[in-house]
């Protein structure tokens, strides 16, 4: 098996540490050597269902070698992280509960060449192999994501950490409303796409300070945006 430079990843806790670009090492791996590190990698996940084995194999040979390299880049880094995390709960690595949605995650990876959304696949791939809070959602959810959608949705705080304020008031966030992090903020964002996105996946609220103000809101991370954002970052 060929060896690759090691991909630090994506703090997707933190803000501003930039993904690295994907190893050009991964494009320039043989066709055969592709094959054989696909199959030992995917042999222990489908080992008790034979069927889901032959059809991953399918999935894979109907690749062109470009979408190989990336979908084995990703199962590579993607098994290492849930052995890591496996290793430290002290469970065994789990086949995926949901086979289908499995097999998607691997798609789409193999389609991303973005360093942060080749990332967050990586990383819900290994989260589908080693925790139960991956839903089959996340999947069709991350295919619409972009870069800035992800940025921002790392960047805000839960509603326990926004200070004092009310919630779900009336306001229409598609209307131009600005917004800060937290109530005590001085800096005040533009309402962007990337906000109406993540409000429609309901990743995100809005509240605002006492006395509300409808021209200015609090714009917080959902405890389902939580969940989400758990399973497309590197636990370790």
């Known amino acids: 098996m060929d060896e690759l430079p090691k991909n630090n990843g994506l703090d997707l806790v933190g803000i501003g540490k930039v993904a690295e670009a994907i190893p050009k090492a991964v494009f320039e791996?043989?066709?055969?050597?592709?094959l054989t590190t696909f199959e030992k990698l995917t042999a222990p996940i489908t080992e008790s269902t034979s069927g889901f084995g032959?059809?991953?194999?399918?999935?894979?040979?109907?690749?062109?070698?470009?979408?190989k390299a990336l979908?084995?880049?990703?199962?590579?880094?993607?098994?290492?992280?849930?052995?890591?995390?496996?290793?430290k709960a002290k469970i065994g690595l789990k086949s995926p509960a949901?086979?289908?949605?499995?097999?998607?995650?691997?798609?789409?990876?193999?389609?991303?060449?973005?360093?942060?959304?080749?990332?967050m696949w990586t990383n819900l791939l290994s989260s589908q192999l080693s925790s139960e809070a991956s839903h089959p959602h996340f999947v069709e959810v991350?295919?619409?994501?972009?870069?800035?959608?992800?940025?921002?949705?790392?960047?805000l705080y839960p509603e326990s950490e926004i200070g004092k304020h009310n919630t779900y008031i009336a306001i229409n966030p598609g209307f131009g409303v600005a917004w800060v992090r937290r109530n005590s903020d001085a800096e005040i964002h533009p309402w962007t796409t990337s906000?109406?996105?993540?409000?429609?996946?309901?990743?995100?609220?809005?509240a605002a300070e006492p006395p509300v103000n409808r021209n200015v809101a609090i714009l917080y991370r959902t405890h389902l945006g939580s969940e989400f954002l758990a399973?497309?970052?590197?636990?370790s």
């Open 98 to 119: 949901h086979p289908k949605t499995f097999v998607r995650t691997i798609e789409e990876a193999s389609r991303e060449t973005n360093p942060i959304l080749h990332e």
């Open 29 to 34: 791996r043989s066709a055969e050597t592709l």
């Open 231 to 235: 399973t497309v970052r590197d636990p």
């Open 195 to 206: 906000c109406d996105m993540l409000y429609e996946f309901r990743f995100i609220h809005v």
């Open 142 to 155: 991350l295919s619409h994501f972009s870069p800035a959608d992800a940025k921002l949705l790392v960047s």
């Open 71 to 87: 979908a084995t880049y990703a199962l590579e880094e993607a098994i290492a992280r849930a052995n890591r995390r496996c290793e």
């Open 54 to 67: 032959r059809y991953l194999r399918q999935k894979f040979n109907n690749m062109v070698e470009v979408e």
